[in-house]
């Protein structure tokens, strides 16, 4: 069977396992055959709703075989799944639901009653409530609970193509508003068939899924075993004792996590050990682990492989660092993956050589197909590369990030171009954060910013300046704490004396900001004229 769709991939899977345990979690333990009837039952009930192709059907719930189970059904009938963040706060997914016309949102009752009690997104004409139903009180036609949306699947349902757009995965641009980036099937199959090869996935393994399933890396848990056979076990906790205790209960053979997990479990099985003798592999991806964390993970994994990785949202995955270069190159990005062709070019898109860095453009099946409503912002990200010959007439994602070549062809991280903060592996805007910090009285100007932190890889901070009356930093940190999410939330907030410096057409110079700030950390002063600081831990 030639797999061209995600709904190809469950096909795939309950033909040929249709009694095998896929996902186990603390509630539920569904096999293949048992998540495919779950999958065409909601779909059913979608398509009886009125729900077609290329329609938005958004998914905000807690991890649980329920939250695969609205995407697969989404995809079946063509439908466009768009999975929402559970740390988003109501705003956040009301403004998404919004951006992307989204007409139908499985959610839990918490998030269910503050929709109904509060501004309803215009395109949203129903809610599919997962959980204890009473939360959502009165009786109001615009919700129906989960064990109710089921019916019988028509033939006349369409079923996708590879090209057709699978789901919009938000992310933050350098605007400061998320952007959806649009991923076709195409791009989810071909990412998982190329993972799964290089990390030798088969139905023997057992995955512990700990990121979630709106990250792509988190998704391709979940993917990678429809792929083979293996299965995953859901694990919402993701404290060190909690990750160590799953690990060696399940028996798992392999685990994807990002910096700011790697970093507390390290520290965690270094003073209490521990043993896996099941677990295979585990990989890295999401931002840059700190070296002193990656030279302890053979200590603490001494019989497991390490694979390190490189990719983002636009192209789900670009690099891999095989585990037998991990300690001579260990902290790098690695080799493009098989079928994908990566290059680092200068700024007229010339290839740089080996030494010289240069942004990373990229080329192949699962490049993305854009941004959802965003011609502008798509032709800018999504271009050819005239500087590479006949080849860089291909359409090309470019990164942003600034990465270098060494002498034996491996990829090594610089930086970005531009000032995204990556905390916790989550790619933050720090417009986002300054736009709700500028509704607080008194503040005439804020820059956001990252501080290099050894546990999230970087932490929020913002310096604010006070209008003629001043601001009272403790009602500021008193008001961020309302008015964003918690990982949003900053780690310190500097009041700036005096005015902030600017640039020569008169906007905030907001590097010298930032880098006075920076060397102020550096010299360990906890208060550095020209700024005062509180801290919001």
Not at 358 to 364: A, H, K, N
Not at 425 to 440: D, K, L, N, Q
């Amino acid at each position: 069977m030639i797999l061209f769709t995600v709904p190809d991939l469950l096909d795939h899977a309950r033909h040929h396992w249709p009694e095998r345990p896929f996902i186990l979690s603390n509630d539920d333990t569904v096999t293949f055959g048992a998540l495919a009837e779950r999958v065409e039952s909601f779909a059913g009930w979608l398509y009886r709703q009125g729900i077609r192709p290329g329609d938005r059907v958004g998914v905000h719930l807690q991890k649980s075989p329920e939250e695969i189970v609205a995407m697969l059904a989404a995809a079946r009938i063509g439908a466009v799944w768009v999975n929402l963040s559970v740390h988003w706060s109501p705003h956040q997914v009301r403004d998404q639901a919004r951006d992307c016309g989204m007409r139908l949102l499985v959610t839990g009752p918490r998030r269910a009653g503050e929709l109904l009690r509060e501004e309803w997104p215009e395109t949203l004409e129903r809610l599919v409530v997962f959980g204890d139903d009473t939360v959502v009180e009165g009786d109001d036609s615009r919700w129906i609970g989960w064990d109710e949306a089921i019916d019988t699947l028509p033939p006349q349902a369409r079923a996708p193509i590879e090209t057709d757009l699978a789901a919009i995965c938000y992310t933050s641009g350098s605007t400061g508003r998320p952007k959806g980036v649009m991923l076709s099937h195409r791009n989810f199959v071909a990412a998982t068939e190329i993972v799964a090869e290089y990390l030798g996935n088969s139905a023997d393994d057992r995955l512990l899924s700990v990121l979630p399933c709106c990250f792509n890396y988190g998704l391709l848990q979940v993917l990678s075993m429809l792929l083979v056979g293996g299965s995953i076990v859901l694990q919402r906790v993701t404290m060190a004792a909690e990750l160590a205790g799953a690990l060696h209960r399940h028996q798992i053979t392999g685990v994807a996590a990002v910096p700011s997990i790697w970093t507390p479990l390290v520290a965690y099985l270094a003073e209490t050990g521990g043993s896996f003798p099941h677990l295979r592999y585990l990989t890295n991806a999401g931002g840059k682990c700190p070296d002193a964390v990656l030279a302890r993970l053979p200590e603490v994994f001494p019989t497991t492989r390490i694979y390190l990785m490189y990719g983002m949202t636009e192209t789900i995955r670009a690099t891999y660092l095989p585990p037998d270069l991990f300690q001579t190159k260990r902290g790098a990005m690695g080799s493009p993956t098989r079928n994908t062709e990566i290059f680092i070019v200068d700024a007229e898109g010339r290839p740089c050589p080996p030494g010289v860095a240069g942004e990373l453009v990229q080329r192949g099946p699962t490049v993305a197909l854009g941004y959802w409503g965003r011609p502008e912002a798509t032709l800018e990200k999504f271009r050819p590369c005239p500087g590479l010959g006949p080849v860089g007439n291909d359409r090309f994602c470019w990164s942003g990030d600034i990465v270098r070549e060494d002498e034996d062809g491996i990829l090594w991280f610089v930086g970005r171009q531009d000032f995204m903060i990556k905390s916790n592996g989550v790619r933050i805007s720090p417009t986002e954060i300054e736009e709700a910090i500028h509704h607080f009285p008194g503040v005439v100007h804020a820059v956001a910013f990252g501080a290099p932190d050894l546990h999230a890889g970087q932490a929020i901070e913002v310096a604010v300046q006070a209008g003629e009356d001043g601001i009272d930093l403790g009602a500021l940190r008193r008001f961020c704490r309302t008015a964003l999410p918690g990982y949003l939330l900053p780690r310190r907030l500097h009041l700036w004396l005096g005015r902030m410096p600017t640039t020569g057409n008169g906007k905030i110079d907001t590097r010298a900001v930032i880098d006075t700030l920076l060397r102020a950390a550096e010299e360990e002063r906890r208060t550095l004229p020209p700024t005062e600081t509180g801290d919001l831990s």
